[in-house]
């Protein structure tokens, strides 16, 4: 049954709670180290998932899988949460908080490049403008406004925030290929990405205790970043009569996210990220109002 009021209220709990998610990162990369970071995190998703299914009686649909589906687990739940977020929380290590969130952002352009040779589709000269007014906000963001001088803040860093990217939309792409049950894919996903994650931290050998804070921010990351977040977008999108009216609230998310960062991380916000951030968004809307 459609609700719009009831679709505006998951969509803008989920998108809230996303804005938090650059600082929470930021904050708890102070007291625990990546992978550690990750792997309490992921632990914590799985579990949040597994009651999700309890509570919404699909534990069954787990039942009967095919070895084809196990298979998609294991490829889907390397690239997100293992490389993914591997990846992303490295490239807040290096970067300000302002800055890799930011970056994070430029996935649906990059999933819109991938579609191309991976989809078969094709896109127009203006498209691809849209696509370019994006790159050249990333550009911004990266080099804090010296466009010209091409001088970055951190080169790893930002291409660690890009390469993020880049697997998110891989993951995308290949989960929109996967016709399964969305919450008990996504619980499969993250049980082999547990095990990824948990065999590179015994290989590593660090077994060090993080603190209570990296613990709680590894609760914290858990639930509303990887866990009970991405079901309040489902219900949004289910309660919506349309999608487009709920989805473009998610562009709200990086500009609520930079207001807490600032009072939260503490950190200057810069008025390139702004500049950079507004450029990245407009191409992509540029860019859905010309796909439509």
């Known amino acids: ?38 792997l309490l995190a992921n632990l914590v998703a799985v579990i949040v998932l597994f009651l999700i299914l309890v509570f919404q009686h699909k534990l069954p649909l787990l ?20 490389l993914y977020y591997v990846v992303l929380l490295m490239a807040y290590d290096l970067l300000k908080a302002q800055e890799a969130g930011t970056l994070n952002y430029i996935w649906p352009l990059v999933l819109v490049l991938l579609s191309i040779p991976m989809l078969k589709q094709k896109i127009s000269g203006w498209s691809f403008i ?17 466009v010209l001088g091409l001088t970055f ?30 919450v008990s894919k996504l619980f499969l996903n993250f049980c082999f990405g547990f095990v990824y994650i948990l065999a590179f931290y015994i ?35 289910k309660y919506s009569g349309n999608t487009a009216k709920v989805s473009n609230l998610i562009f709200l998310s990086p500009f609520i996210s930079l207001i807490i960062i600032r009072y939260t991380v503490g950190e200057t916000i810069l008025l390139s990220t702004v500049i950079g951030l507004l ?14």
């Open 63 to 82: 039942q009967g899988l095919r070895l084809r589906d196990w298979a998609s687990s294991a490829v889907l739940g390397l690239l997100n949460p293992f």
């Open 203 to 237: 290989f590593r050998g660090d077994f060090l205790i993080p603190g209570w804070e990296g613990i709680a921010g590894s609760v914290y990351l858990g639930i509303f970043e990887m866990g009970l977040t991405f079901i309040l977008w489902l219900k949004a999108l």
């Open 279 to 292: 450029l990245i968004v407009f191409g992509i809307l540029m860019q859905r109002y010309l796909r439509k």
């Open 1 to 38: 049954m459609k609700n719009q009021r009831k679709a505006y209220l998951f969509a803008l709990s989920a998108v809230l709670c996303w804005s938090t998610i650059g600082s929470a990162m930021k904050l708890s990369l102070r007291y625990i180290d990546v992978i550690q970071l990750l």
């Open 153 to 182: 803040s951190s080169p790893l860093g930002v291409l660690l925030a890009v390469g993020s990217a880049i697997f998110w939309a891989l993951y995308w792409i290949l989960n929109m290929k996967d016709p399964r049950e969305d």
């Open 130 to 146: 849209a696509i370019m007014i994006s790159f050249s906000g990333l550009l911004v963001i990266s080099t804090q406004g010296d």
